[in-house]
């Protein structure tokens, strides 16, 4: 069975950091590209950052370039957000996904591509 268990949410200061985890387990293998996503209240669901298989590719999007950062560690299963300088508009709830459908050296910001999603956590920025 897929699961991914997500965690490192929370309530933080504008400026401050949070680092958010994804772990997964039932894959198998370690070729996933995996998103990291979030939805804040009233909003469609957006793309924030993507890492290939390979970990060699990954995206951000514009409004969280210089400020996010996205790594993997593949013995670990785990997939990590390092989230600094944050913003009230960062304030959300964060889900990983996981795609199986795209080669190991490219990864997408498009929810529509991912079929398997964790349950999600907040975060909320605010003084």
Avoid: H
């Avoid at 793309?47 to 390979?54: E, F, H, K, P």
């Avoid at 390092?82 to 929810?111: G, H, R, W």
């Amino acid at each position: 069975q897929l699961q991914f268990v997500e965690s490192g949410g929370g309530l933080v200061q504008p400026g401050g950091s949070l680092r958010l985890s994804c772990e997964a387990s039932g894959f198998g293998s370690n070729y996933y590209a995996i998103g990291w996503f979030r939805q804040a209240p009233g909003k469609e669901r957006e793309g924030v950052s993507c890492i290939s298989s390979s970990g060699g590719t990954t995206k951000y999007a514009d409004s969280v370039k210089g400020r996010f950062t996205i790594s993997r560690a593949n013995a670990k299963n785990t997939v990590y957000l390092q989230m600094n300088s944050l913003k009230p508009e960062d304030t959300a709830v964060y889900y990983c996904a996981a795609t199986f459908k795209i080669v190991p050296t490219m990864c997408v910001l498009d929810p529509a591509e991912y079929p398997y999603w964790g349950q999600g956590t907040q975060v909320t920025v605010s003084s």
